[in-house]
Antibody, heavy 119, light 107 residues
């Protein structure tokens, strides 16, 4: 069974940094592109970016690329999202997703990690 | 970025009925439109991609249609487990973008 489990969320102050992790199981992690997607409290869904299966290439939403960095450790089957200089508008649930490997859609999602940015 | 406009934002229906959810892109995305279902306590589920291709495991009562800028998700003979939030997402060009969501509620 494909499983994606996010961790590292919580309450963080504006301007701080935070790193989310996503441990994958049930599939060969190193064969798949992976993405991060977030959902605001108002339920707006926003794609953050993705990373190639070998970690050699990333794409980002233009509005986030200066503050967010996606990386992966295939030996640990783990995806990361480094968030820096966080703002109140970064308050959201952050989802780790798997690319389907064919059509650029997200065929598996984690349960999400909640991040609240507040002083 | 391609803007995705989803309608309606809320929809109430009864089991056994059929419903349609619409998604409009700000420019042509060819056939590359996906639909996802979100339910409390469950991982989001990919239902349809490339406009009309059912993801493995998606019940046949779900169907997708459209191309270019206008797309529709139709659910026939609603089952109790179909109530939840639905999102469209274009997968034609980066950055991938989502519609605002449609909440399908029990009437």
């Amino acid at each position: 069974e494909v499983q994606l489990v996010e961790s590292g969320g919580g309450l963080v102050k504006p301007g701080a940094s935070l790193k989310l992790s996503c441990v994958a199981s049930g599939f060969t992690f190193s064969d798949y592109w992976m993405s991060w997607v977030r959902q605001t409290p108002g339920k707006t869904m926003e794609w953050i970016g993705d990373i190639k299966y070998d970690g050699s290439y990333t794409n980002y939403a233009p509005s986030l690329k200066n503050r967010f960095t996606i990386s992966r450790d295939n030996a640990k089957s783990t995806l990361y999202l480094q968030m820096s200089n966080v703002r109140s508008e970064d308050t959201a649930t952050y989802y780790c997703t798997r690319g389907d490997g064919y059509s650029d859609v997200m065929d598996a999602w984690g349960q999400g990690a909640s991040v609240t940015v507040s002083s | 970025d391609v803007q995705m406009t989803q309608s309606p934002s809320n929809l109430a229906a009864s089991p056994g009925e059929s419903v349609s959810i619409n998604c409009k892109a700000s420019k042509s995305i060819s056939k590359y439109l996906a639909w996802y279902q979100q339910k409390p306590g469950k991982a989001n589920k990919l239902l349809i991609y490339s406009g009309s291709t059912l993801q493995s495991g998606t019940p046949s009562r779900f169907s997708g249609s459209g191309s270019g800028t206008d797309f529709t998700l139709t659910i026939r003979n609603l089952e109790p487990e179909d109530f939840g939030l639905y999102y469209c997402q274009q997968h034609n060009e980066y950055p991938w973008t989502f519609g605002g969501g449609t909440k399908l509620e029990l009437k």
